[in-house]
């Protein structure tokens, strides 16, 4: 059984930082592709970024330049450090796990959800 657990959301005033962590067990990590997408009130669940088995990352161009996507496979831990924050980046943020090594934009793509982390970022 798949678990991941997301952590780090908040509070934060624009132009602030925050660091999400997500933890994945019951996988072998390393061997699929992560992402992070987020959900605005009133919105559709969107991408925000990915990262293959292998490290190559890929970005929404909203946050291209703010944030960057990492892993640690040791950990078997995805982050995403979130710069120079703006209100519209307020949404839950999930992480999920591909069903491939290589990463994708698409939601489908994606087989494991974890249970989301509130973001707001106040102006």
């Known amino acids: 059984q798949v678990q991941l657990v997301e952590s780090g959301g908040g509070l934060v005033q624009a132009g602030g930082s925050l660091k999400l962590a997500c933890v994945v067990s019951?996988?072998?990590?390393?061997?699929?592709?992560m992402g992070w997408f987020r959900q605005a009130p009133g919105k559709e669940r969107e991408f925000v970024a990915g990262i293959s088995g292998s490290g190559p990352t890929y970005y929404a161009d909203s946050v291209k330049g703010r944030f960057t996507i990492s892993r640690d496979n040791a950990k078997n831990t995805v982050y995403l450090q979130m710069n120079s924050l703006k209100p519209e980046d307020t949404a839950v943020y999930y992480c999920?796990?591909?069903?491939?090594?290589?990463?994708?934009?698409?939601?489908?793509?994606?087989?494991?959800w974890g249970q989301g982390t509130q973001v707001t970022v106040s102006s």
């Open positions: 999920a796990v591909a069903r491939a090594y290589y990463s994708s934009t698409y939601s489908d793509d994606y087989g494991d």
């Open positions: 019951g996988r072998t990590f390393s061997n699929y592709a």
